[in-house]
């Protein structure tokens, strides 16, 4: 059943072992699921008969809070992996940040998902060129991904006691869009996006 809590076997490199998920779909391949990791944030399909199991009510998130938490990068809107760019995007994100220590600035909770800037610390020696940028500014500058609409900052800052930082990450990614559309980077290639193309944000 989507969004129950289960036990799921996944193999860690170290060996099978059971771990807290949760149902987010039925796969397309019959008799899989697709879970995710409560407590770690990856994903897998993995076989219904084999794989899952019942979790002990003392172990449901009810009682002991999950410790993944899924987060979207702050007023950073990138096409789906489908399309070229979002798949770029998703592999640049991955390169700045797979493995590392970040930093994540969390601006607030929406929709269930932990609103952030990520930056990555060890640029900030001063040596890097993007040592002050966030993941969100370079993402947008790299043009594979677009600064959010004003009303969805607007929307973001009734749930902040402070909004002042969101708002000069706001100012910093319409800069960093400005940039990508001047020397027509990723989307921007063929000239400005139209209307329609908005929808497929």
Request: negative net charge.
């Amino acid at each position: 059943k989507v969004n129950k809590v289960v036990a799921a076997l996944f193999d860690d490199g170290t060996g099978k072992s059971w771990y807290r998920a949760k149902i987010v779909e039925k796969a397309p391949s019959k008799g899989n699921v697709k879970v995710v990791f409560v407590d770690h944030g990856n994903f897998s399909t993995v076989p219904l008969a084999t794989h899952l199991r019942p979790l002990d009510d003392e172990l449901g998130t009810d009682k002991i809070p999950a410790v993944a938490k899924e987060a979207v990068l702050a007023l950073t809107e990138v096409r789906p992996l489908d399309d070229d760019e979002g798949h770029e995007a998703a592999v640049m994100l991955q390169e700045m940040a797979w493995g590392k220590e970040m930093k994540a600035h969390t601006f607030c909770e929406a929709e269930g998902q932990v609103v952030v800037a990520l930056y990555d610390p060890s640029a900030e020696d001063g040596k890097s060129k993007s040592a002050s940028k966030s993941v969100n500014e370079q993402i947008v500058a790299a043009g594979l991904g677009r600064c959010a609409k004003k009303d969805k900052l607007n929307s973001l800052k009734y749930k902040m006691k402070d909004a002042d930082a969101l708002i000069a990450l706001s100012k910093d990614l319409d800069k960093a869009q400005k940039s990508a559309k001047k020397s027509r980077s990723g989307m921007w290639r063929y000239g400005d996006i139209g209307e329609e193309d908005d929808e497929e944000y």
